[in-house]
Every structure is written in structure tokens, then in C-alpha cells.
């Protein structure tokens, strides 16, 4: 009779598509490097399935899953409790399963968060998001509870820009603000932080989001949350203007070693998920 136990931790992610999802990569990289006996399941959740894998999650004892488009906001009816963030921001996209109750939280502006804290303390500073979707909701509403002096928010509905304006000014310490984004957005002078939340780039090294070049200035901090291609459009024109650069696979990388924090009370090897990422979109430096 062996020891050995073959019942692996069972986590993953509902989606749908998600056959271009890498998250599974990194994650089970760092489960290989870590000898954790854990999978990390990539399911394909169409949108009327979504109750049934919840409870299938949950008869077959998964410790927890991520939940990507659709069903960041269709997921809460199926949970017994949110985090204060996952709340504001009124979209989850990490699940835990503990004693048979289902948390969710929202990982997309902490794992933000994690990477920029890399470079800066974004405490007292002043912040430019460009795009009014679900990552700059998460971001925005993260960067106001670390105590960001004022975010100013622009998109091309600006009823969308004031939504999540008015989430952190309603539910954190920090003022934020409204604008249109009108032609070429430019940078303020006053502004530390420029961040594209918006898709442009996603999947195209050329694309880049209208913004006016000539106001990005040296001593700026300019971060994308575009994973793929890593050195966006808009990262290599900061740089060249001696700009600090953020690229958007470290905020995908925290988003995995916070769930895994969440979901099995263990610290995953950042470097090795960032590796695994590498491998497949290439390097940003």
C-alpha cells in the first residue's frame, strides 16, 4: 500500500472562448516549480452553464476558480459572500471555496496594483486612465484605497468615465474626475501616472492609443495592462521619452500569485510565472 495521494487540488477558470486564456501556463508552471500536487482547469462556460459549473465547482470540491468575460458580473448571484473590492467594483473575478461557501473577489486592480507598487508608491499621486471598462473599474477603485491623490478618467462616452469617477469618490479617500476623450488625450503636467486600460494593442505591436506623445515627460510612469504583445505600441514611445515603462504581464502575474494566495494560502514564484508568459508572448525589455 503506497502513500502517495492521487486526488490533486482542483482550480481553474470559466469563460467563454478561453482557448487563448494563458493563465493556466503560469499557474501550473508554478505549481510544477513548487511541487504542489494542484491543476488549474480551463473551462469553456458558455453563459447559460454558468449556475451548473458553479455547483459542479463546488460538489467536486475545487478550492477555487477565476471567472473571466462573460460572467464577472453574472457569477455574484451564484457566491455567499464578496470582498469590499469586489463589492465596489460590482465584478468578480476570483472565486474561493472554503467549507462549502463561495467568495469572490477581484483580483484584475490588485494585481495592477502589486506590479505598479514595483516601481512607485502610488500614494498621493496623480493618475491619467485612459478607458472606462472593467479593468480601469478595478484599477481605478484599487488606486483610490491606496490613497492616490486624484484620478482623472477619460473616455469617449464620458457617462462611462464618470461612473467609475464617482465609485472612488464615493467608496475611497481619493478624488477623481471626468473627461471626454476627445481627439489626442494629453497628459497634464501635474500627472505622475498614465495608464492605457483601454484594449488598443491587444494582439498588435503598431496600435496605440490617441494620445498626444509630445506631453509624455521624462519622470512619468507610464503602465499598459496589454499582456500580449508585452512591449506595446505605447510602452516603446514612452520609453524613448525616458519614461519608466510598466508592461501589462505583471499585472496578469499578480492576479495568479493573489489567487493562489486566496485559494490555497501559499505564495507562488512570481519569476517563474512571468517565465511561462515570456515563453509565449515574448519579452518586454
Known sequence: MTDKSFLSILTGSFSTPCADNPTVAMIEAAYRHHDIDARYINCDVKPDNLADAVRGAKAMEWVGFNCSLPHKVAVIQHLDALSEAARIIGAVNCVTIRDGKLTGDNTDGKGFLASLKDVTD??????????????????????????????????????KAETIAALVRDNTRSDATAKPWDGEARVPDDVDIVINATSIGLGDKEAIPPIALDSLKKGHIVADVIPNPPRTHLLREAKARGCTPLDGLGMLVNQGVIGVELWLGKTLDAGVMKRALQDIFGSSD
Open 122 to 159: 502610488p500614494r498621493g499621486k496623480k493618475i491619467l486612465l485612459l478607458g472606462a471598462g472593467g479593468a480601469a473599474r478595478a484599477i481605478a477603485v484599487e488606486l483610490g484605497l491606496a490613497g492616490t491623490a486624484h484620478i482623472t478618467v477619460i473616455n469617449r462616452d464620458p457617462a
